[in-house]
T-cell receptor
Framework: DAKTTQPPSMDCAEGRAANLPCNHS???????VYWYRQIHSQGPQYIIH???NNETNEMASLIITEDRKSSTLILPHATLRDTAVYYC????????????????FGSGTQLTVLP | SQTIHQWPATLVQPVGSPLSLECTVE??????LYWYRQAAGRGLQLLFY??????ISSEVPQNLSASRPQDRQFILSSKKLLLSDSGFYLC??????????FGEGSWLTVV
């Protein structure tokens, strides 16, 4: 699986958009970009994923660059409850012999939403 | 809908004592199951994964073992705990190539 690079920490004012960047310059054509977040002392929570098109759901939007070497997770109106560590992960899609062991988590970005 | 539960949520065990963490998934069949560990201030480390009953793959050499006695049950065990086994243990499920979902986690402190 391709490696990702994220800033270790970011701050965001409550009510403003939080834009979390991720670099994945070695991503392969069959690898998805996944985002999870982990609030302190809880299990990681799935947020969103995408392959090449931008995606949006009730939690966030995912913007993937055309060359797929980087992406941005956008929380449109950050709240205090969005304070968490956000993980960007790339993983192989589809069925393959090694794909069951997917999801390599790095250090993530600690997002702190400030009142 | 699918749910995943793991227990106990918190555990304090002396060095050399055994360990058993249990995880069950509801609302699905034949999922892949995973055990991860997260040491304080660090990312998640995959310990074991299973693609079916009795099929266990270990990712790192360690003092722990895993078993899958039933389709939706995954157990993490140790015969003798070490101080270095302390951490946050997470069970997860998913299907190959699809999203993986995590349980609430179990805090283990070995004293």
């Amino acid at each position: 699986d391709a490696k990702t690079t994220q800033p270790p920490s970011m701050d965001c004012a409550e009510g403003r958009a939080a834009n979390l960047p991720c670099n994945h310059s070695t991503i392969s054509g069959n690898e998805y970009v996944y985002w999870y977040r982990q609030i302190h002392s809880q299990g990681p929570q799935y947020i969103i994923h995408g392959l090449k098109n931008n995606e949006t759901n009730e939690m966030a939007s995912l913007i993937i660059t055309e060359d797929r070497k980087s992406s941005t997770l956008i929380l449109p109106h950050a709240t205090l409850r969005d304070t968490a560590v956000y993980y960007c992960i790339v993983r192989v899609a589809g069925v393959s012999s090694g794909s069951a062991r997917q999801l390599t988590f790095g250090s993530g970005t600690q997002l702190t939403v400030l009142p | 809908s699918q749910t995943i539960h793991q227990w106990p949520a918190t555990l304090v065990q002396p060095v050399g004592s055994p360990l058993s963490l249990e995880c069950t998934v509801e609302g699905t069949s034949n999922p892949n199951l995973y055990w991860y560990r997260q040491a304080a201030g660090r990312g998640l480390q995959l310990l074991f994964y299973s693609v079916g009953i009795g099929q266990i793959s270990s990712e790192v050499p360690q003092n722990l073992s895993a078993s899958r006695p039933q389709d939706r049950q995954f157990i993490l065990s140790s015969k003798k705990l070490l101080l270095s086994d302390s951490g946050f243990y997470l069970c997860a499920w998913g299907f190959t190539g699809n999203t993986i979902y995590f349980g609430e986690g179990s805090w283990l402190t070995v004293v």
